[in-house]
């Protein structure tokens, strides 16, 4: 009998397993991308398993105390990657971003967290308010403000229903009082600049101004801006008086600081930040509080000496108090001193020395004020010339390198903006 002949086995379809299409998110990409892509996938589900979200924020906040915001930039998107909702990276994201000049990333960063939490932490919109500009930036720090007093309130609930062993204000985390002020500083200050033209600006400015002091009575930088809006009205008188009550509050902390070569973080934080005092220096030469200018410009000097404004202010004052101790011997009708020859030979050599070395530091940075330069050109004029082949001023110091990248050209013209 002959065998049954055994059919082929046909080919049947394999039946689908009801799994995830691992590539669904590789359609359109190049090779080199999905295998970039999967490389970080990789990374991601590595630091998930090696690194909590919290040891990574940890990272991330060492490296931006150095001012390493590059790799704190790595180690914050890290965090995000295992946890994308996390509020605090985002935040950490978007001031990495802002230091690092990349603005369109950290509005990016910040927007998102402002749609993941819009009614908590009042940081995102202070953020967005400093990379904004007019009416843009007064609704960001309008909100920010709304945040922080509603934070501030619960705050203070907490606190009576606590009793008195609740002590929040030593928490640095949690929102003050100072900040509310803070940020009334910031609105009145566009509406002294980017506004000034609006209808009632100056009633703006100065009603904002009014409520950070409410918020923070002797707030060195609230008192300067009052100042300045006292100047602005020609309300000089005034102007002076919370010039000088705002100085008082720093200027010997900053003058202990230089005197010791101190950095303690204590004394450091009564001191307004570099851009604040050259407003403050500014200021003082238009009120003719010319020593306390010196003083302030000395403090600046012994900071950051490749700050071409610095120079050309402290030579400018030099030359303002020669010409201010003229005037007063004029004034006298009397003969001049030889103590007083001296003192104007030195005034007159060191507004040389400084202007000399503001135009050599301008060609060297290649900054951008033309009104400036005139200003120093026409000094140096009227004062003999430059001082030709000066040798140890900072500006000049052999190992000074020309500014030839963008990086550090923008971190030296930034305080000349006005």
């Known amino acids: 009998m002959g065998g049954q002949a055994k059919g082929k086995k046909k080919n049947k379809p394999k039946r689908k397993e009801n799994r995830p299409n691992r590539d669904a998110g590789f359609v359109g990409l190049t090779p080199q991308e999905r295998v970039k892509l999967r490389m970080h996938e990789k990374a991601k589900k590595k630091t998930a398993e090696k690194y909590s979200v919290q040891q990574l924020l940890e990272k ?216 604040s005092r050259i407003t403050t220096a500014k200021l003082l030469i238009e009120s003719e509080e010319y020593e306390m200018a010196v003083d302030v410009l000395e403090g600046l000097l012994e900071e950051d000496d490749e700050v071409v404004q610095v120079w050309y202010l402290s030579g400018w004052v030099c030359y303002l108090q020669l010409e201010k101790a003229k005037e007063q011997q004029q004034r006298e009708g009397r003969e001049v001193t030889e103590e007083e020859t001296e003192e104007w030979k030195a005034l007159k050599e060191a507004a040389r020395s400084y202007l000399t070395n503001a135009k050599k530091l301008y060609s060297k940075l290649r900054c951008d004020d033309q009104p400036m330069l005139e200003h120093v050109e026409q000094l140096l004029g009227e004062l003999g010339g430059e001082i030709e082949g000066e040798e140890g001023d900072p500006a000049l110091d052999e190992d000074y390198e020309p500014c030839s990248d963008e990086e550090e050209e923008e971190d030296t013209e930034a305080p000349m903006e006005h």
């Open 60 to 275: 991330t906040e060492e490296c931006i105390d150095s001012f390493d915001f590059e790799m704190a930039g790595l180690f914050c998107q890290r965090a995000l990657d295992v946890e994308p909702t996390n509020l605090q990276a985002l935040d950490m994201l978007g001031h990495i971003y802002s230091e690092l000049g990349d603005v369109q990333k950290a509005k990016g960063a910040f927007l998102h967290a402002v749609e993941l939490s819009p009614d908590v932490g009042h940081s995102k919109y202070m953020y967005l308010g400093q990379i904004h500009t007019g009416q843009e930036a007064v609704d960001y720090y309008t909100r920010g403000i709304q945040v922080l007093l509603s934070a501030l309130d619960k705050q203070a609930q907490t606190t009576a229903q606590a009793g008195a062993a609740a002590r929040p204000d030593e928490d640095p985390e949690l929102p003050k009082a100072k900040d509310v002020c803070v940020a009334y500083c910031s609105i009145a200050e566009i509406y002294l600049t980017d506004l000034c033209m609006e209808e009632g600006a100056a009633d703006k400015c100065r009603e904002f101004i009014e409520r950070a002091l409410q918020y923070h009575h002797d707030n060195p930088e609230a008192l300067q801006l009052m100042a300045s809006y006292l100047f602005s009205t020609e309300r000089n008188q005034e102007g002076r008086e919370y010039l000088l009550k705002s100085v008082g509050l720093w200027l010997p902390a900053q003058k202990q600081s230089v005197a010791s070569s101190s950095t303690e973080e204590g004394m450091q934080s009564e001191i307004p930040p570099y851009e």
